[in-house]
């Protein structure tokens, strides 16, 4: 069956990095765009990242551009996001997710498979 595992999360300082890491089972991650979501305690979640099939192009949200880079392995099958100069507000539950239907700008893409998330905390 079709499943999405993120790990990688941890809890690091303020200026700390991290390389989380979403490895796909039971589909073949080349067929689709991909992309990263966060959701932080007490609010929505929020879209943060998407590369595209072949990993020609790649999207960011104003909140993590310059110190984020989603990137994608398909041989693999794994997508990554390397965080790096991570602050208080990047601290939330990450997941990764297909797309089903991509639009830039974002709001109105649709995702369809999701994972249960890995935990970043900075603190």
């Known amino acids: 069956h079709v499943q999405l595992v993120e790990s990688g999360g941890d809890s690091v300082q303020p200026g700390g990095s991290l390389r989380l890491s979403c490895a796909a089972s039971?589909?073949?991650?080349?067929?689709?765009?991909m992309s990263w979501h966060r959701q932080a305690p007490g609010k929505g979640k929020e879209w943060i990242s998407t590369?595209?099939?072949?990993?020609?192009?790649?999207y960011y949200a104003d909140s993590v551009k310059g110190r984020f880079t989603i990137s994608r392995d398909n041989a693999k099958n794994t997508v990554y996001l390397h965080m790096n100069s991570l602050q208080s507000d990047d601290t939330a539950l990450y997941y990764c997710?297909?797309?089903?239907?991509?639009?830039?700008?974002?709001?109105?893409?649709?995702?369809?498979?999701w994972g249960q998330g890995t935990q970043v905390t900075v603190s």
């Open positions: 997710a297909t797309v089903r239907i991509w639009r830039w700008p974002e709001p109105g893409s649709e995702y369809n498979y």
């Open positions: 590369i595209t099939y072949d990993g020609s192009k790649t």
């Open positions: 039971g589909f073949i991650i080349s067929s689709f765009h």
